[in-house]
């Protein structure tokens, strides 16, 4: 035989317990979301401007975004600042490109190399910078590859390009494609048009800005002129500072709610556009 016991009492305090530990779940529940989408957005926006300008400078360059993480990686393991990599890419692109005349210090420290400027041209950025790096180390004397390499990568990257080896670039060019460190060129393409999209928004925001502070300026300057007239009338000091306050305070409430109202609009917009 069951035996059912039930338990009559005032419930109403643990029921308003629960209620407000739902209550707290639920807001602090809807504030981890928004953080997290926040952290989303603001990772999404620094993703955005890294692969913008990776494209752009690769492109300047003459190499692909690929090829250049890997060299900037490469660099990183080689103890080589970005500033001395892009020094030394950009001289060594200037210097190629003129030793085709078939003269010039390039010219002879890749004759003297073995190496031909046809088949250099057909590498990449990474190629050359193997293939040069480590025919200076094997065919020239050590006491002379700073200057060889200075004909080549320029005197002010020349020591530090000794750093860079084979391995170096082997291991950056795998860890690359392992972590999936370089995107397609259509997605690089994809970057390019989000990022000129985002900061055409800026123009726009700042067009905005600049044509409603330009809208409010004469009404400043009306305030201005009443309260200086006011001032004037009570020899400035003479008992209607009262009234000029209140001139002022009702203009700039007013200012203030104007434009407040016009700025929760814009930014509104704004984080709208940011968060698509």
Known sequence: MAMTVKINGDDSDLKKKLDGAASSITKWGA??????????????????????????????????????????????????SSEQLTTALRTMTVNLGQAANGSGATYDAIQRLGLSLDELNGMSASEKMDVLTSKIKEVVPASEQAAAAADIFGSRSALAMANLNSGSIATAAEEVERYGMALSDVEYAQIEQANDALSRMDSAYTGITNQLAAAFAP????????????????????????????????????????WRGFEYIILGLKGTFYGL
């Open 31 to 80: 504030a981890a979301v928004a953080a997290a989408g926040a952290a989303a957005i603001a990772l999404t926006k620094s993703g955005l401007d890294s692969a913008d300008a990776l494209v752009k400078q690769s492109r300047a360059l003459n190499t692909s975004a690929k090829d250049l993480l890997t060299l900037q990686r490469a660099a990183d393991l080689s103890g080589i």
């Open 219 to 258: 009404a400043l300057q009306g305030i201005a002129d009443e309260l200086h007239e006011a001032a004037g009338e009570s020899g400035f000091f003479q008992g209607t500072i009262e009234k000029a306050v209140n001139i002022g305070l009702k203009g700039a409430g007013f200012l203030a709610n104007a």
